[in-house]
């Protein structure tokens, strides 16, 4: 089994910063990827960015060049610049094991002016 908890979510204006984290503990070994998803209002959960052991990354076109995902054994974090009021949304941690997967509770984001 393994836990993911979320923090970093906040009320940003448009053009700010925000830095999400997440923690991973329990059963941590064998943990292939990790990934961000969000989910707007009235909107599906989407992957916003993934990462792998190796350090390979995939990005959303929508957030691509403007948000950085990272991973430092355990933790993942999401650094997301020049945010957008259409960035608004609950952002989840994933992570994957063969054959297992994983979610956070979710952590709410926020542009508005």
């Known amino acids: 089994q393994v836990q993911l908890v979320e923090s970093g979510g906040d009320l940003v204006q448009p053009g700010g910063s925000l830095r999400l984290s997440c923690a991973a503990s329990g059963n941590i070994f064998g943990i292939q990827s990790m990934a961000w998803f969000r989910q707007g209002r009235g909107t599906g959960r989407d992957l916003v960015a993934s990462v792998t052991s190796a350090g390979v990354t995939n990005y959303a076109a929508s957030v691509k060049g403007r948000f950085a995902i990272s991973r430092d054994k355990n933790m993942v974090y999401l650094r997301m610049n020049r945010l957008k009021p259409e960035d608004t949304a609950v952002y989840y941690c994933?992570?994957?094991?063969?054959?297992?997967?994983?979610w956070g509770q979710g952590t709410q984001v926020t542009v508005s002016s």
């Open positions: 994933f992570a994957m094991k063969i054959g297992e997967e994983y």
